[in-house]
């Protein structure tokens, strides 16, 4: 790297998206072209660059999306019933500007985890923050947490996000603990942030997996009253593709 006063100065004051810059055009001979507003504008522009990729770097981190999923990669072409409006509109992410949820629900291996993600990834890009969860494992953590004294801290984590992904709802009947938990999770969040709920089940189906009718009657309200939904259905697109949509 070139040794100048002004490199120090803007490594000094954090500026090392300018830094970068400056380096690069002052060892670049046709850089003398540029006029001093244009110097200026792109070294601005290098900046902004270099933090919002850092950003964005430090929420996918923290969201621990299960795939790499992107909107730009989804597949419209597959038989499995998504509506390419409505996800297009889902993808914008108004929903989450307005607080509402998203239901996603169909048989294993149409993509329910894949499009979440995606529109994970959208959200962080969109200066969001997102936590991914699977819920069995979820509540396998509030368990343990009730014994070392993480539970209030775990669930205000889960109640802070803008946006809260609970995949695979419904693999197996909730437990009293389970059912409590789901339902504070839910009451910290409703009105207040977005959550997206994957599940192989229809919703008509849940009542029987919370088991406790209060309990169902509650959870769902605070779910579905206000949730956009994807109802997917087809063969699992596992058999066809490996690294991508599952």
Same mark, same amino acid.
């Given at each position: 790297? /070139? #040794?100048?006063?002004?490199?120090?100065?803007?490594?000094?004051?954090?500026?090392?998206?300018?830094?970068?810059?400056?380096?690069?055009?002052?060892?670049?001979?046709?850089?003398?072209?540029?006029?001093?507003?244009?110097?200026?504008?792109?070294?601005?522009?290098?900046?902004?660059?270099?933090?919002?990729?850092?950003?964005?770097?430090?929420?996918?981190?923290?969201? !621990?999306?299960?795939? #790499?999923?992107? %909107?730009?990669?989804?597949?419209?072409?597959?038989?499995?019933?998504?509506?390419?409006?409505?996800?297009? !509109?889902?993808?914008?992410?108004?929903?989450?500007?307005?607080?509402?949820?998203?239901?996603?629900?169909?048989?294993?291996?149409?993509?329910? *985890?894949?499009?979440?993600?995606?529109?994970?990834?959208?959200?962080?890009?969109?200066?969001?923050?997102?936590?991914?969860?699977?819920? %069995? !494992?979820?509540?396998?953590?509030?368990?343990?947490?009730?014994?070392?004294?993480?539970?209030?801290?775990?669930?205000? !984590? /889960?109640?802070?996000?803008?946006?809260?992904?609970?995949?695979?709802?419904? /693999?197996? %009947?909730?437990?009293?603990?389970?059912?409590?938990?789901?339902?504070?999770?839910?009451?910290?969040?409703?009105?207040?942030?977005?959550?997206?709920?994957? *599940? #192989?089940?229809?919703?008509?189906?849940?009542?029987?997996?919370?088991?406790? %009718?209060?309990?169902?009657?509650?959870?769902?309200?605070?779910?579905?009253?206000?949730?956009?939904?994807?109802?997917?259905?087809?063969?699992?697109?596992?058999?066809?593709? *490996?690294?991508?949509?599952?």
């Amino acid at each position: 790297m /070139l #040794q100048h006063p002004t490199l120090d100065r803007l490594n000094a004051m954090g500026l090392a998206g300018m830094a970068r810059a400056f380096d690069e055009l002052a060892a670049n001979a046709e850089a003398e072209r540029l006029t001093h507003p244009e110097w200026l504008a792109l070294l601005l522009d290098r900046e902004w660059s270099f933090r919002h990729d850092r950003k964005l770097a430090a929420r996918l981190r923290f969201a !621990k999306l299960r795939h #790499q999923a992107t %909107p730009e990669d989804v597949d419209y072409r597959s038989h499995r019933g998504l509506d390419r409006g409505l996800f297009l !509109k889902l993808v914008a992410g108004d929903w989450i500007a307005a607080r509402d949820n998203l239901v996603i629900c169909g048989p294993t291996g149409v993509g329910k *985890s894949w499009l979440a993600c995606a529109l994970g990834h959208k959200a962080c890009r969109d200066d969001r923050s997102v936590l991914y969860q699977r819920v %069995p !494992k979820l509540f396998a953590s509030l368990a343990l947490a009730r014994g070392d004294g993480r539970y209030a801290r775990i669930l205000a !984590k /889960l109640g802070s996000v803008q946006l809260l992904i609970l995949d695979d709802w419904g /693999l197996e %009947p909730l437990d009293a603990h389970a059912r409590y938990d789901l339902l504070e999770i839910l009451e910290e969040r409703y009105g207040r942030r977005s959550t997206i709920v994957t *599940s #192989q089940l229809p919703i008509a189906a849940w009542h029987e997996v919370i088991g406790d %009718p209060t309990y169902a009657d509650a959870i769902l309200d605070r779910l579905v009253h206000n949730a956009h939904r994807l109802d997917l259905d087809g063969d699992s697109m596992r058999r066809v593709k *490996s690294p991508s949509e599952a």
